[in-house]
């Protein structure tokens, strides 16, 4: 029985890419658990480009981590040791685990964990990938991008965890589907393995001469994780009334400041821009889930993990979101 408990704790506010120093690793001492608490060993952790923006204090969706407090962190973990009424040991968690190698659940925390199912075939795992918050993003995303037969979809970060569902989401209503990706590996990934019908590296010189040639119809639909000059691309080439379904904005995260997209398109072809958090959609969750693994079982989704070993290497993993490092869905395996 471990005595200890390793935790990365936010001790300066970053400016860019994560430094040394800006997360810093403690080790605590685990406390027995009183009654109305369970005791979880996380075992996997979940990398959102979202947990550089939450080591901001700029206005956002949920509070600004702490300096002091542990790194805010989706992950998976099992119940070792439990006096809470809703957990028994070996039970499985979804939740709000942080950055650490234990987590104790209790009071109002516990409506931030949901507990998992064992599912044949199925990893753990992908309850942060496909089946988990990226994976269903991508779901309610396309849901809101009304794709319909015969039309044009572009996705950004297209090899990434959300960008490659929704990008597959895409092709299920028969849309013409095209990839923005940072590598030809990620490129290659996408159109033989997932059946995109296009790709474009964005660090090629004449990419947006790519992005005309496999788009000659036009976008009707822009699913958009990444904003800046990707995004000022798309908007570009956008039909009238297209859509454009703003996820992320990747590119301004390590900025300090949001930069804005140029906004003019949307007026000049009247499109129909619609953000959305996937935290308002806690109630359909298990639906899409069901609608998901329906999909992978018949061969029609297709998922992938870059899977990095190690608590004491998460800033590190951190920083590959953003440095384009990873395939499909970066986890940290605790
Ligand atoms: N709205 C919501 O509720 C919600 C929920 C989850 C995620 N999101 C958003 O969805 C987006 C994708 O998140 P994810 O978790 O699936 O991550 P991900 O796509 O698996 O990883 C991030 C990818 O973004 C690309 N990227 C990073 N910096 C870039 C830049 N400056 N320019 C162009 N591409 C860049 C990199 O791929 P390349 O090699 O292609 O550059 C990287 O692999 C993020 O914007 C995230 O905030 C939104």
Redesign the pocket.
């Known amino acids: 029985m471990a005595t200890n408990n390793r935790r990365w704790i936010l001790a300066k506010r970053p400016h860019g890419m994560l430094a040394p120093g800006d997360l810093e690793l403690i080790e605590t001492a685990l406390v027995p658990i009183e009654d109305g608490q369970a005791l979880a060993r996380v075992k996997y952790l979940s990398m959102?480009?979202?947990m550089r923006v939450w080591m901001t204090d700029v206005p956002q969706y949920m509070a600004p981590v702490a300096i002091g407090e542990v790194m805010r962190a989706f992950g998976l973990a099992e119940i070792i040791e439990s006096r809470h009424a809703d957990f028994k040991k070996g039970d499985k968690v979804l939740g709000l685990t942080g950055l650490q190698e234990y987590a104790v659940i209790s009071g109002k925390e516990t409506r931030n964990f949901q507990k998992m199912p064992s599912i044949p075939f199925v990893s753990d795992s992908s309850f942060l990938g496909i089946f988990g918050?990226?994976g269903l993003?991508a779901f309610f995303g396309m849901e809101i991008a009304k794709p319909q037969a015969g039309e044009t979809l572009v996705v950004?970060?297209a090899?990434?965890?959300?960008?490659s569902i929704a990008g597959q989401i895409g092709k299920i209503h028969g849309c013409r589907v095209v990839g923005i990706?940072?590598?030809e590996e990620?490129c290659k990934w996408i159109t033989k393995e997932l059946g995109f019908d296009g790709a474009i590296n964005?660090k090629q010189a004449d990419w947006k001469e790519q992005l005309a040639a496999a788009t000659p119809k036009g976008i009707d639909i822009n699913y958009e994780?990444?904003g800046?000059e990707?995004m000022r691309a798309v908007l570009n080439r956008m039909n009238l009334h297209g859509r454009v379904v703003l996820?992320?904005?990747?590119?301004e995260y390590t900025k300090g400041e949001p930069a804005m997209a140029s906004f003019s398109q949307i007026i000049i072809k009247r499109l129909r821009v619609e953000g959305?958090?996937?935290?308002d959609y806690t109630s359909r969750y298990l639906d899409a889930g069901k609608q998901l693994g329906m999909w992978k079982m018949m061969g029609k989704l297709k998922d992938r993990q870059t899977v990095v070993k190690g608590l004491e290497k998460a800033p590190e993993a951190i920083n590959m979101?953003?440095k384009?490092e990873?395939i499909g869905?970066?986890i940290v395996e605790v």
């Open positions: 959102d480009p979202t918050i990226t993003t950004s970060a090899a990434g965890a959300t960008g990706a940072g590598s990620k964005y994780n990444v800046g990707v996820c992320g904005l990747i590119s959305f958090l996937i935290l979101l953003f384009g990873n869905k970066l």
